[in-house]
Each structure stands twice: as structure tokens, then as C-alpha cells.
């Protein structure tokens, strides 16, 4: 009895008692910490999800229009081709043959994807809709029918270049599109005149070659 009453009286107790408050403090900074982590990325991806959505975070797109207005009103800008050398040959090419085989068919260059393709899935809209496609055949309609991608000889060099064109290709391959390749050095002007005349066609006023030289397909 001697004993256990001189060891609630010692320092023992005292000891157990500080160092469960300094156990206890310590979980709670640390959960603390937790909920302060989660919080800030939470809020990262609520930034994020209006920065995708066109607006500001906060939903204010007045302010998110006007911010984007002082920072273009402070930059400069020059005008640059929309086609490189190839590729505007690759469209001389398209453009002559399509009117020759249907002149109420048009050819487009640089086509965002969300221009001419909808989902109800706008998560799976957002990935592509700022993907391009190099030549996109219109229809009597106005309705892209397919989609031509120039393969350039760096194309493939990029390695997400593969992956970015696969996503393309599914998008456009469930909505009925047709997606084709031109390659530089290997589709000759010949095959892409067949590849024309296989894809649209022929309508009313066709001709032969539209009254025009077909230019060579550029490497």
C-alpha cells in the first residue's frame, strides 16, 4: 500500500500525463495538417476546373474576360501562315481535287475538333476539344465528313504525338468521321487524288482536274 501510494505520488504520474498531452498535440497538428492539404487541393482543383471551363475560379467571367483582355492589350502580336510550306501544298492538292470531284464540298485547314464534334460527356469533351485536325472534308451540308492529318517527317518524334492522334481517331471514329493519313514522302499526288475520289462524291459541274494544275504533294 506504502508502495503504490508513493508511486502516485511520484513523479511517474506527472510523466505519463505530459507525454499523452504531447501525443495528443501531436495528432492533432498532424490531422490538422491533413484537412489543411486537402482543403488547399481542393481549391486547386476547383482553379483548375473553371480555368477548363472558360471562367475564372470563382465563377466570375467578366473579371476572367477583362484579365485576359489587359494581358493581350499588353503583348504583341504578329500575323504567321496558317500552313507551313507542305502542308499548304498538301492543301492546293486537296482543295483542286475536292471541287474537281464536287464543288459544293470544301476543304478546311486547322479544324478544332469541338467545332465539329459533341458529347454529353463533357469531361470526355474537354479532351479534344482543342485538338486540331490538318484538313477536314465538308460537306453540301456543312458537315465534316473527314478528317485528312499530315504526317510530316517530325511528327512522331514527340512521343505524346502517337497517344494525341489516338485520341483523335476514337473521337472521330465514334461519331462516324473518317480519319485518313497523308505522308510526307510517301503519299505521292497520284494516291491522293484516288483517296479523294474514293471519299466524296461526285456531284454536279465536276471536272477532270477543275481546269487547274495539280501541284506535287510536298515531302
Not at 508502495?3 to 492533432?28: D, H, K, M, N, R
Not at 465563377?59 to 484579365?67: I, L, M, Q, T, V
Not at 485536325?133 to 465528313?145: G, P, S
Request: proline share 4%.
Amino acid at each position: 500500500m506504502d508502495g503504490a501510494a508513493q508511486f502516485l505520488t511520484g513523479p511517474w504520474p506527472l510523466t505519463a500525463l505530459i507525454i499523452s498531452i504531447v501525443l495528443f498535440c501531436g495528432a492533432l497538428v498532424l490531422s490538422l495538417t491533413v484537412i489543411d492539404e486537402k482543403i488547399k487541393i481542393a481549391k486547386r482543383k476547383a482553379f483548375w476546373a473553371g480555368r477548363r471551363s472558360g471562367g475564372a475560379a470563382n465563377g466570375n467571367k467578366a473579371d476572367f474576360a477583362a484579365e485576359q483582355l489587359k494581358k493581350v492589350a499588353s503583348a504583341p502580336f504578329t500575323a504567321r501562315p496558317l500552313l507551313n510550306t507542305p502542308e499548304a501544298k498538301v492543301f492546293e492538292t486537296l482543295r483542286q481535287t475536292v471541287v474537281a470531284r464536287n464543288p459544293r464540298w470544301q476543304v478546311m485547314a486547322q479544324v478544332s475538333v469541338g467545332e465539329f464534334l459533341a458529347s454529353p460527356d463533357a469531361e470526355a469533351f474537354r479532351a479534344v476539344n482543342s485538338k486540331r485536325v490538318d484538313f477536314a472534308l465538308m460537306d453540301e451540308n456543312c458537315c465534316v465528313r473527314h478528317a485528312l492529318e499530315y504526317q510530316g517527317s517530325g511528327h512522331h518524334v514527340e512521343s505524346s504525338a502517337a497517344a494525341r492522334d489516338a485520341v483523335k481517331k476514337e473521337a472521330l471514329r465514334k461519331a462516324g468521321i473518317g480519319y485518313h493519313e497523308v505522308v510526307a514522302g510517301h503519299t505521292t499526288p497520284s494516291e491522293l487524288r484516288a483517296l479523294v475520289e474514293k471519299l466524296v462524291p461526285a456531284g454536279r459541274g465536276a471536272t477532270r482536274d477543275g481546269g487547274e494544275t495539280v501541284r506535287a504533294v510536298g515531302a
